[in-house]
């Protein structure tokens, strides 16, 4: 384990068994159809591989990029779209993968925004959620793991950048932040 971990919240063979279970219902879902995979830099990046490999439907990707948390641990509220898509969505069926939610703030204005571009569907995965932590309602219609309000790190999520690569989802020591 990695020395600023104080603990292992979900390991490496929950989050792949949770995945699959997860393309499992989302190529149901999308059978005879072609979904644009809309993830949002960079948190997303490791679940969106895995998840791709796990569907059995025909899919593209997109990306975009949203303004982040940069040191602090807790959202502002603010969103600014810093890169967008390479495509229009009119028309598409959009799943936007996310890593994680937590006020939905981000995911709260996100959804706005792509569902003024006339998408034929829009759904949401999101690998996390912290549900003790809501302050915007958001319809999520896949949740891989709900989790307890804890700054967590690894398989994608940052702090400071740092920890992406970990292969499991860590809780932060607290003294690396506080
Ligand atoms: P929200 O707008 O408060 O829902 O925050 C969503 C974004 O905050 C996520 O996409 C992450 O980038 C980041 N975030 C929220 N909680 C955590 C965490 O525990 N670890 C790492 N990033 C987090
Ligand atoms: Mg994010």
Not at 27 to 52: T, W
Not at 102 to 114: E, I, M, P, V
Not at 116 to 141: C, F, G, M, Q, W
Request: avoid cysteine; glycine fraction near 6%; hydrophobic fraction near 45%.
């Amino acid at each position: 384990m990695h020395p600023d971990v104080a603990e292992v919240l979900i390991t490496s063979d929950e989050l792949q068994a949770r995945i699959q279970q997860l393309a499992d219902e989302i190529s149901v879902h999308y059978a005879g159809k072609e979904p644009l995979l809309l993830a949002v830099l960079k948190g997303s990046v490791v679940f969106l591989a895995d998840l791709m490999r796990a569907l059995s439907v025909p899919h593209a990707i997109d990306f975009m990029a949203t303004s982040s948390y940069g040191a602090a641990t807790e959202s502002s509220g603010v969103v600014r779209i810093l890169k967008d898509l390479d495509e229009p969505i009119e028309g598409r069926d959009v799943l936007l993968v996310e890593d994680i939610i937590d006020s939905g703030n981000t995911l709260g204005y996100l959804r706005n925004l792509l569902l003024a571009r006339n998408p034929a569907s829009l759904h949401i995965v999101t690998l996390l959620s912290k549900p003790s932590r809501r302050e915007v309602d958001v319809p999520v219609d896949w949740v891989g793991f709900e989790i307890p309000d804890k700054f967590v790190i690894g398989y994608g999520l940052d702090y400071n950048e740092r920890y992406r690569d970990l292969p499991y989802i860590g809780v932060l020591k607290q003294d690396m932040y506080a």
